[in-house]
């Protein structure tokens, strides 16, 4: 299900969008924090540049929002429904959702933002790589 090619594979895996090689992040792991938003420039397997202008990233914000809603969702109905729990606590479920899935939720946003714009294209490669 999840292979190169399919643009869940790197919205999920955080890896270039168009040659699904390297990882956009220099921290693969979103829960170090000091190393969240820190991306290389460029692939170093076809030369792709991550941020295509200034601010490029900012248009993730509206994705994290959606995608922040998705979690809360998900977050009431296990604790409504599955768990049975009162207003008060599926309240709290929700934001301690929110809260721990944070890093996750900002580089899922970033993943599926750059994705709208890059195309898979496995054969290209960058001057610099040929």
């Given amino acids: 299900m999840l292979k190169k090619g399919n643009k869940l594979y790197s919205i999920l895996t955080g890896s270039c969008p168009r040659c699904h090689e390297t990882s956009m992040y220099q921290q693969k792991n979103p829960y170090v924090i000091s190393e969240l938003f ?12 991550y ?12 994705v994290s929002y959606a995608v922040g809603v998705a979690f809360a969702v998900a977050a009431f109905i296990i604790s409504f429904f599955f ?23 900002i580089r899922l946003s970033r993943n599926i933002w750059i994705n709208f714009f890059v195309k898979y294209e496995p054969k290209k490669m960058s001057s610099q790589a040929s």
């Fill in 38 to 49: 820190k991306m290389h420039e460029t692939c170093a397997n076809c030369g792709l540049k």
């Fill in 51 to 62: 941020k295509m202008e200034p601010s490029f990233f900012y248009g993730a914000m509206y």
């Fill in 83 to 105: 768990f049975g729990a009162d207003l008060i606590e599926v309240f709290i479920s929700i934001v301690a959702t929110l809260v721990v899935f944070l890093p996750v939720i």
